[in-house]
């Protein structure tokens, strides 16, 4: 108690100071003291750093100066420019071999790249395709000609297909293409929210019946964890809305079968890779779906949350906030656990919106009724100050995700991010990836680069890389004696970098 009337005393005292007027010429001495109480409060502001830390970090200041005096500087651009640039970033690289911790808001849909699946998955035996009147592409397994479905009139199989087409590669790539957002011409192609949004929607049906189908699932789990590991990630919590998969003969797989394949490949990864510590699903549901929908969807998962403990996170509401209905139309089925007195933490999506003052807006704020466990995005939180202050006395931390942001056009250049004003007061913050496949990435190196170099500007230093990826695992849904144990291994892996990139 003492202790911390004497930090309350120790900061309320400087205020004081700097609140007074200065008469003629500033005090130096008082100018030195105000820039580094601001400093302070910064994400990992607060963090002392070792000497090797220290000398790590000056180089990193200067790598970032001269990426910020170049002509071109990548933030300001759009990533589908940009990502050519990064990749050559001496910074980007050096967050290729930092230990990043976990990745907490990715989506099961866009886990693992469309290469893989394309030149992987699309070559297997009884793998048909599709193509729609509006232009889009569904695939379906299936051991004959698949009977018409999902404004899908004609199937073919590809392998034949294929055989009469003399360019394979540039088919392989128009069929990338129906699985990504990418273009060489992204303000051209998506003028706006609701084109970039459509796209986006398109290229998740495409990929579903490919991900669907058992076999395939099994694989795409484990290269999706392969591509985190590679980046140096070693948690993974994924939301998915565990669709019902599918076998070669028709037999369909449930939500428990599901959730047990994802345990059994997981534990098979760890095995492979010990320095990896686990994976966790938040089973979602779109919110296009109904009051009654989501009630049954809600009672579900506190049954799988009660026989999946160490599998199943908690429950989100996924889908384009401005064109679904919000978390107060739901709050009937969103109460349940409470009234049932179940457990069942909730990951929301709240705040992915530039729609500032409408009901959309207001997720935030129900969110935070909810008691949300983290905020998805939270883009809109820097425009609630209430809502600011009672996530970080919960210490609910927000999930930014900056290219994604970026890409579904909430923000273009992201020196302008508003999550810099987050960053600034250190409030509580995770970096994460959203969608990597539909925006042609892969792990989170992509978006630290973005948050340190772009969003954190010159100020965010070594501190706040170490802080963020401590958070990833502080703000995890693992319970206490885990994160314990992630933080060492972690710790571990952090003094190797360090060591080895003096």
């Keep these: 108690m003492v202790k911390s009337l004497c930090l309350v005393l120790l900061t309320f005292v400087p205020l004081l100071w700097f609140a007074r007027k200065s008469d003629g010429m500033p005090d130096p001495a008082r100018r030195d003291l105000l820039m580094r109480e601001e400093v302070s409060r910064q994400t990992g502001g607060l963090l002392t750093l070792t000497a090797a830390e220290h000398k790590l970090d000056t180089y990193l200041h200067r790598l970032k100066e001269q990426e910020m005096a170049a002509t071109l500087f990548p933030p300001a651009e759009h990533f589908f420019k940009a990502k050519v640039l990064i990749e050559k970033s001496p910074i980007y690289k050096l967050l290729q071999k930092m230990p990043k911790g976990a990745a907490l808001h990715v989506h099961s849909s866009s886990l693992v790249g469309a290469e893989w699946l394309v030149k992987n998955v699309t070559y297997r035996p009884h793998c048909y395709i599709c193509f729609t009147w509006d232009n889009s592409v569904r695939f379906l397994f299936s051991n004959r000609q698949p009977f018409p479905r999902w404004d899908c009139f004609y199937w073919q199989l590809l392998e034949s297909l294929r055989a009469r087409i003399e360019d394979n590669a540039g088919f392989d790539n128009s069929l990338i293409q129906h699985l990504t957002l990418f273009t060489e011409d992204p303000d051209g192609e998506y003028p706006n929210q609701d084109v970039v949004w459509e796209k986006f929607e398109k290229a998740f049906i495409a990929a579903a019946g490919l991900i669907t189908h058992a076999p395939i699932l099994r694989d795409y789990i484990y290269q999706g964890l392969e591509e985190l590991h590679k980046d140096n990630i070693m948690y993974l919590e994924l939301r998915s809305g565990l669709s019902r998969t599918y076998e070669l003969d ?50 579900e998962a506190i049954q799988l949350k009660r026989d999946f403990p160490d599998v199943v996170a908690g429950f989100d509401m996924v889908g384009r906030e401005n064109g679904g209905r919000t978390l107060w139309y739901f709050r009937e089925a969103l109460s349940l656990p409470a009234e049932l007195g179940a457990s069942l933490p909730y990951f929301f999506h709240a705040g992915e919106t530039d729609d500032e003052g409408t009901d959309v807006d207001q997720n935030i704020l129900d969110a935070l009724l909810f008691n949300t466990t983290r905020i998805g995005h939270g883009y809109a939180l820097a425009h609630h100050p209430l809502a600011k202050e009672l996530s970080r006395k919960r210490n609910v931390a927000v999930e930014l995700c900056p290219i994604s942001n970026q890409v579904l056009k909430l923000v273009s250049d992201l020196r302008n991010h508003p999550a810099a004003v987050l960053m600034s007061e250190g409030h509580p913050l995770v970096i994460s990836s959203d969608d990597p496949s539909l925006f042609g990435t892969t792990g989170l190196s992509y978006d630290f680069y973005e948050a340190f170099v772009g969003i954190g500007g010159l100020k965010a230093n070594l501190g706040t890389l ?31 970098f360090i060591s080895d990139n003096l």
């Excluded at 990826?469 to 992630?486: I, Q, T």
């Design 250 to 299: 028709g037999t369909i797989h449930d939500k428990v079968w599901t959730l047990k394949m994802f345990q059994e490949i997981t534990s098979k990864f760890k095995q492979n890779h010990p320095e990896f510590f686990g994976a966790r699903i938040i089973i979602s549901v779109h919110r296009a779906l109904s009051v009654s929908e989501v009630r049954a969807a809600v009672t």
């Design 466 to 496: 170490k802080e963020l990826a401590v958070n990833s695992l502080r703000y995890s849904s693992l319970p206490a004696h885990l994160k314990d144990r992630a933080l060492v291994m972690w710790q571990n892996k952090w003094d190797t």
